[in-house]
């Protein structure tokens, strides 16, 4: 995709995927083994995102995916599309709409809002979006690349 011919009305997405429990635990068990950063693996207490019966506990029928998977997705798109400068020229917000539950597809997507001269390129304007396969948006947002 050349991300030079983006204009308003453009939409692109990443190919669906599943949530897997594997990549659920793989972010929670990473926080506290960073934390500690002592080349060690550390888990955490029980939470909605890493222990069924906990989650259970709690109203919901299992484990949930940490909101910062989504918007890892979300910012993995940019990057795909607009190259990776994104990561220090982009700005980026998300709000988590609905859970994300294991083995639930995920489709990342985002629509160009708007495009205007920034500086000594361009700003563009993007809603982002992470959708189950039936259309539902899990989590939405806005992001600004600068390009």
Known sequence: MN???LEPGSEFSLAPRPMTRERMRW???AQPTIAADDGRIHTQEPTIHDDDEY????GLPGIIADGMISTNWILGLLIDVYGPAVAG????R???VAPIYEDQIVITRARVTG???SGDGKACRLDVWCEDDAGTKLTTGEATVFV
Request: proline content about 5%; glycine content about 0%; some cysteine.
């Open 89 to 92: 020229r982009c700005k980026l």
């Open 3 to 5: 991300a030079e011919k």
């Open 94 to 96: 998300t709000k988590y």
């Open 55 to 58: 989650a259970r506990k709690q």
């Open 115 to 117: 495009v205007e001269p």
């Open 27 to 29: 972010y929670v068990d």
